[in-house]
C-alpha cells in the first residue's frame, strides 16, 4: 500500500510514482482522482487499474488476494492518506496477512500527523478515534466513552456535520476544553482555528467547507476538590442523555472524580430538589 498526497501533489513520496509505474495491479479508492494523481505526478500506471472502495471492498478482496497468490504486486492506494486509515484498506491488509503473504508500505503525509503537528496541542501521547456516529445519540455515547481520556483526541470530520460535533464535544467535554479545527491541510486555504470547544462550535455554526480534522486536548487531571457539584451533575446528565442508566451514570462519575458515590447522588438529588 502507498500513502498519497492530502493536498499538494508535490508532498507525493517519491516511491510513489516507482510503484506505480511497476505494479501489476493498482486497487484505487477512486480510479479518476488516481488518473489526475498520475497524470500530475507524470506517471502512467503499466499494470491493470480496479477500482476498491467502500461499497465493493468486501467482494473484490479475494480476488486481490488470489492475483497475490499468482504472483502478481498489487498497489493499494486510496484518495488521500495512507489506506487503512479511515480509508478501505484493512480487509484487504488482514486477508493477505492471513496467506502469508507479505505486505509492506510506502509512507505518505497522514492528516492526523499534519494536524497534531499543528494544533499547538500536547502530542507527546494521543490517540485516532476516526469518524463520530452520525446520529446524536451514538455520537454523545462515543464522546463519554473518552470524556476522561488524558491523550489528546484526533477525529476526522465532515464540514456539514462539524458544528454539530464541536457541540456536543463542548457539551460532553466542556465548553473550555482546547482544541484545533484543521481544514484543508496542505492546500491553498488552509487553516488552522484555536479555541475552546464552546467558542469553535460557535465558529462553525456559521458554515464551513473542506476536508476537517479536529484535534482536542485530553482531559486534565483533577483531584476531587476541583469539581464542585454543578460539574458533577452535568457529567451525571450528559451520561444520562446518553442513555445509561442514572444508577451506572452516577457510579461512572464518581470513578471517573474519585470521590464516593453518595457523594455524587447527593449532588444530582440537590439539583433536583432545587429544580436545576
Not at 248 to 259: D, K, N, Q, S
Request: net charge negative; aromatic share 4%; glycine share 10%.
Amino acid at each position: 500500500m502507498a500513502g498519497t498526497p492530502i493536498g499538494d501533489v508535490k508532498d507525493a513520496p517519491p516511491r510513489l510514482v516507482e510503484e506505480l509505474a511497476g505494479a501489476d495491479v493498482v486497487a484505487a479508492e477512486d480510479t479518476r482522482r488516481l488518473k489526475r494523481l498520475t497524470q500530475a505526478l507524470g506517471v502512467q500506471p503499466a499494470g491493470r487499474v480496479v477500482s476498491y472502495f467502500e461499497g465493493n471492498e468486501s467482494a473484490r478482496t479475494p480476488e486481490l488476494v488470489e492475483a497475490l497468490l499468482a504472483g502478481s504486486r498489487v498497489l493499494l492506494v486510496t484518495d488521500a492518506g495512507m489506506p487503512s486509515v479511515s480509508d478501505p484498506g484493512y480487509r484487504l491488509v488482514a486477508a493477505a496477512v492471513e496467506k502469508d503473504i507479505k505486505v509492506t508500505a510506502v509512507p505518505g503525509p497522514s492528516a492526523v500527523l499534519t494536524a497534531l503537528a499543528l494544533s499547538g496541542l500536547p502530542v507527546d501521547r494521543f490517540c485516532f478515534e476516526g469518524f463520530l456516529p452520525r446520529k446524536a445519540g451514538e455520537r454523545l455515547s462515543r464522546l463519554k466513552e473518552v470524556a476522561g481520556e488524558r491523550r489528546t483526541l484526533v477525529y476526522f470530520e465532515a464540514p456539514h456535520r462539524l458544528d454539530d460535533t464541536l457541540a456536543a464535544m463542548a457539551e460532553v467535554f466542556g465548553g473550555e476544553r482546547r482544541a484545533a479545527v484543521c481544514r484543508e491541510l496542505t492546500k491553498t486555504y488552509e487553516e488552522v482555528k484555536r479555541g475552546g470547544l464552546g467558542e469553535l462550535a460557535t465558529w462553525a455554526a456559521e458554515g464551513v467547507r473542506g476536508e476537517i480534522t479536529v484535534v482536542v486536548e485530553g482531559a486534565p487531571e483533577k483531584g476531587p476538590e476541583e469539581l464542585d457539584a454543578q460539574e458533577l451533575v452535568r457529567r451525571v446528565r450528559v451520561r444520562e442523555d446518553a442513555g445509561e442508566r442514572r444508577k451506572e451514570a452516577i457510579a461512572a462519575v464518581a470513578a471517573e472524580a474519585g470521590l464516593p458515590k453518595r457523594e455524587v447522588f447527593d449532588a444530582v438529588v440537590a439539583a433536583k430538589n432545587a429544580g436545576a
